[in-house]
């Protein structure tokens, strides 16, 4: 059932076994009960829904029920009337939000006398991003609802151990992977490429500024022909690696991937590129080879403090945008006794480690 109908469902049920009063009281005031009833009185009026609200009173729990009204409802979102009263409804609920958050906190309730006061600022523009929780509970009970049948949140990554974790590479994070070099940090970057352009049709965009565009293009036939890296470089190709080859050109060809290989890159270079896909072909993916090669927007006298502003940059790029970035980092060979990387020693190290939304650090990729 839609999210939206669902909850409106889920609160009329509530009512009918007089729960709101022991559960719900502090959340809903009189005005509210008032208004939920006047709806709930319109819905058994009606000839569509009478009968399934008779079922709602004489068993309010049953899941079974409460779906079949919640589909009726949908239908009746249409009727000026329905729209009305559940109007009246939402405003109630609203107000009765507001006012529950200035009781309990002073700061709210000083802001609120002050907006009450003479100033009239009415007109002012709202600030982007700024929502009720109405909208967004209705948002994220849509995104549970999509998600639900595969559990997959974001895009997938091809790992199946690592989309059971994450639910794949979700939108607006910044994702760090950090590897020593030589451990197939490149290798790990382009294999999420594949699977997202490739496999899952998300539009991708790699930015390779340690491989120029020829051998992002070399390791992507590689891969995804299982061709041999060497024959393939010296042109040695047998008979079977040609048909390989001539069976994957198409795929690739034809995938939502697009490769920037600038030697230089900023921050400001790669949000432009960005926008510009996602006005154009769309954007769904992000990934940045390697993240210690990106120039400051601005130079700082501490290199650790221009890594840690690069990686706080691409963050905010990450909500911009809202799709998932992978920044890809090289670490430097460790001299402990435990060789397995960390986090801290990262380009920037824990001032890089503040910004991601999650980091991973494998030992290496086959």
Not at 73 to 87: H, I, V
Not at 108 to 136: K, L, M, N
Request: with cysteine; proline share 7%.
């Amino acid at each position: 059932m839609g999210a939206f109908t669902g909850v409106l469902v889920a609160l009329l049920a509530k009512e009918m076994a007089s729960a709101i009063a022991s559960e719900m009281g502090k959340d809903i005031g009189g005005a509210a009960k008032q208004a939920l009833r006047r709806l709930g009185q319109r819905l058994r009026r009606e000839p569509d829904t009478r009968a399934a609200m008779e079922q709602l009173e004489a068993n309010p729990s049953d899941p079974a029920v409460q779906e079949r009204l919640a589909e009726q409802l949908t239908g009746k979102l249409t009727d000026p009337a329905f729209r009305e009263d559940l109007q009246a409804l939402l405003d109630e609920l609203d107000r009765q939000a507001a006012a529950a958050v200035a009781a309990e906190d002073p700061v709210q309730e000083q802001i609120g006398e002050r907006q009450a006061g003479p100033p009239d600022h009415s007109d002012a523009p709202v600030r982007a991003g700024t929502r009720s929780v109405r909208d967004e509970l209705v948002g994220y009970m849509e995104e549970l609802e999509r998600r639900a049948p595969s559990g997959m949140v974001g895009v997938p990554t091809g790992f199946q151990d690592l989309d059971l974790l994450t639910g794949g590479l979700q939108t607006g994070t910044l994702i760090v992977v950090a590897g020593p070099t030589a451990a197939g940090i490149s290798t790990f970057g382009l294999t999420l490429a594949r699977m997202a352009a490739i496999r899952a049709a998300v539009p991708t965009l790699v930015v390779s500024l340690d491989l120029t565009g020829g051998q992002v293009i070399h390791r992507l036939l590689c891969a995804e022909g299982s061709i041999d890296s060497q024959r393939l470089l010296l042109g040695r190709l047998d008979e079977r690696d040609w048909a390989r080859l001539t069976r994957v050109l198409s795929r690739v060809a034809f995938a939502p991937l697009t490769i920037d290989a600038s030697p230089t890159m900023t921050v400001d270079a790669i949000a432009t590129a960005c926008r510009q896909l996602r006005e154009g072909a769309g954007l769904g993916l992000v990934i940045i080879d390697e993240v210690g090669m990106i120039q400051p927007t601005r130079p700082l006298d501490d290199p650790a403090r221009e890594r840690g502003e690069v990686a706080r940059s691409l963050k905010l790029l990450a909500r911009e945008l809202a799709v998932p970035v992978v920044a890809l980092s090289r670490l430097p060979q460790p001299r402990r006794v435990d060789r397995r990387p960390m986090l801290e020693g990262s380009p920037g190290g824990g001032a890089a480690s503040r910004w991601p939304g999650r980091a991973v650090a494998p030992s290496g990729v086959g």
